[in-house]
């Protein structure tokens, strides 16, 4: 099983490779005040994809947790005092 897994990976990144190869052509991005940029267009896409990605997670990051219905709250577990048999807090 283990193999097959590396074998779609090794896949993977053969078509990424190949992808990369046949998009190396340069695009131009214009901006505000007639501002240009030139780069390859898979470079492009990479930049759009890892903003993207970043958006995503900080999106997910921020959000708050999902309230707890009553009554499935989990039980509260009672941990011995560790100081009362005279071990170190924090070891």
């Known amino acids: ?26 695009v131009k991005i214009h901006g505000v005040l007639d501002q240009a940029w030139e780069a390859p267009l898979v470079f492009v896409l990479l930049v759009a994809f890892v903003a993207g990605l970043r958006k995503s997670t900080a999106q997910l990051a921020a959000r708050p947790a999902p309230p707890v219905a009553p009554g499935t709250e989990p039980p509260v577990v009672d941990l011995p005092d560790r100081s009362a048999r005279g071990e170190a807090h924090g070891l």
């Open 1 to 26: 099983m283990q193999a097959i897994v590396w074998i779609i990976r090794l896949l993977i990144v053969l078509l990424l490779v190949w992808f990369a190869s046949k998009n190396a052509d340069p």
